[in-house]
């Protein structure tokens, strides 16, 4: 069964179109990149896709089961988790505390043992006492992700988990959400580096102005410089 399926989605602010009829799906164990420029709707489809927008059209189906119409938090117990771009974290809680919180999204699951979310973010539990506002950005991006993860997720979107951090942390946390890939859990990952998005998924969908601009896979497309076509239109 196909974890996610996505089909004619549109999403709208008022009268302007931030996603145009767009379709895509993610197999099982696989990391789907999905690429375009600033301003492109990659956010917009995600945040449509995990209920936090509302979707003028389209279907998304999660393992066969329709969740077009579903709130955000309904979503999130059927077992889709997201990951936003700004984290959104309460930076009063501890690390711990906001691990524990989240817990109970995983309803009908078993959350994941915060022991497995320290063995995959060791400076998480050197940090449990800290509070979330206090941590670094990779810090930060380490604990959002970490708290999807205690919902014990079966599908994880990620929308740009790179952005604004140091190199060496970006490694780490490659390293990471390949880790996660690996274990069965499928990734929808919004990204704008095609290194970054190769390094994690075999396969891309790029768009441009709302629209699907180019599907295939990562090492095609970055043989073809398909990036550079859809992002800057050059051929």
Same mark, same amino acid.
Request: aromatic share 4%; net charge neutral; glycine share 10%.
């Given at each position: 069964m196909i974890p996610?399926r996505v089909?004619g989605?549109?999403?709208?602010y008022?009268?302007?179109?931030?996603?145009?009829?767009l379709d895509? @799906?993610?197999?099982?164990g696989e990391?789907l990149a999905?690429?375009g420029?600033n301003?492109?709707?990659k956010?917009?489809?995600v945040? &449509?896709?995990?209920g936090?927008l509302p979707?003028?059209?389209?279907?998304v189906?999660l393992?066969?089961?329709?969740?077009?119409? !579903? %709130?955000?938090s309904?979503?999130?117990?059927?077992?889709l988790?997201l990951?936003?771009q700004?984290?959104e974290? +309460?930076? %009063? +809680?501890?690390?711990?505390?906001t691990?524990?919180?989240?817990?109970?999204?995983?309803?009908?699951?078993s959350p994941?043992?915060?022991?497995e =979310?320290y063995?995959l973010?060791?400076?998480?539990?050197e940090?449990r006492?800290?509070?979330?506002?206090?941590?670094?950005g990779g810090e930060?991006?380490?604990? &959002? =992700?970490?708290?999807? !993860?205690?919902?014990n997720?079966?599908?994880? !979107?990620l929308?740009e988990p790179s952005?604004?951090?140091?190199?060496? =942390? %970006?490694?780490s946390l490659?390293?990471a959400i390949?880790?996660i890939?690996?274990?069965?859990?499928?990734i929808? !990952?919004?990204?704008? @580096?095609?290194e =970054?998005?190769r390094?994690i998924?075999?396969r891309c969908?790029?768009?441009?102005?709302?629209?699907?601009?180019?599907?295939? %896979?990562?090492d095609?497309a970055?043989?073809? @410089?398909?990036?550079?076509?859809?992002?800057f239109g050059?051929?």
């Amino acid at each position: 069964m196909i974890p996610l399926r996505v089909t004619g989605l549109t999403v709208s602010y008022g009268r302007v179109a931030a996603v145009r009829d767009l379709d895509l @799906n993610i197999a099982a164990g696989e990391a789907l990149a999905l690429l375009g420029p600033n301003g492109a709707g990659k956010t917009s489809a995600v945040e &449509a896709i995990a209920g936090l927008l509302p979707k003028r059209a389209g279907r998304v189906e999660l393992f066969g089961e329709d969740i077009s119409g !579903l %709130t955000a938090s309904a979503i999130v117990r059927k077992g889709l988790a997201l990951v936003p771009q700004w984290r959104e974290l +309460f930076p %009063t +809680f501890s690390v711990e505390e906001t691990l524990v919180a989240a817990t109970g999204a995983a309803q009908g699951r078993s959350p994941k043992p915060l022991e497995e =979310i320290y063995a995959l973010f060791p400076v998480l539990e050197e940090r449990r006492g800290q509070l979330a506002g206090s941590l670094s950005g990779g810090e930060q991006q380490m604990l &959002a =992700i970490g708290r999807a !993860l205690v919902t014990n997720p079966r599908l994880l !979107l990620l929308d740009e988990p790179s952005a604004g951090l140091a190199q060496g =942390i %970006t490694r780490s946390l490659i390293q990471a959400i390949i880790r996660i890939r690996d274990s069965g859990v499928p990734i929808l !990952l919004v990204e704008q @580096n095609m290194e =970054i998005a190769r390094a994690i998924g075999s396969r891309c969908t790029m768009l441009a102005a709302g629209s699907l601009a180019w599907e295939g %896979t990562m090492d095609e497309a970055i043989a073809r @410089n398909e990036a550079a076509r859809v992002y800057f239109g050059t051929h």
